[in-house]
């Protein structure tokens, strides 16, 4: 299995444990955020530099969801996490 899709269905099943449902936009945003972050994992390529204070409104939970999909990389930084958890964040919104 691919590193992209293998990571994506870690994150469906996470999304799935906690009742979270993206909508179609928001699940093609995700889709093509783990592939940008599969293609740094591989290349090594950066990231621009990111401020941590952008995220302070992120709550626990997203944070903690999206350091779990970077540990499945296993050589990306923080900041990935810090990105990612705003896909969390906005599908946690739907009804």
């Avoid at 999304?15 to 945003?29: D, G, Y």
């Avoid at 093509?32 to 090594?44: K, Y």
């Avoid at 709550?59 to 990612?84: H, R, T």
């Amino acid at each position: 299995m691919q590193l992209t899709e293998k990571v994506q269905a870690f994150i469906n099943t996470l999304l799935k444990s906690r009742n979270i449902t993206p909508n179609a936009v928001q699940e093609q945003m995700l889709t093509s955020h783990v592939r940008a972050m599969a293609h740094r994992s591989l290349t090594g390529e950066p990231l621009p530099e990111v401020e941590e204070s952008l995220f302070e409104e992120i709550s626990a939970d997203s944070l903690e969801m999206a350091k779990a999909v970077v540990e499945q990389f296993g050589n990306l930084p923080i900041e990935e996490a810090w990105l990612l958890s705003v896909h969390f964040e906005v599908a946690k919104d739907n009804l």
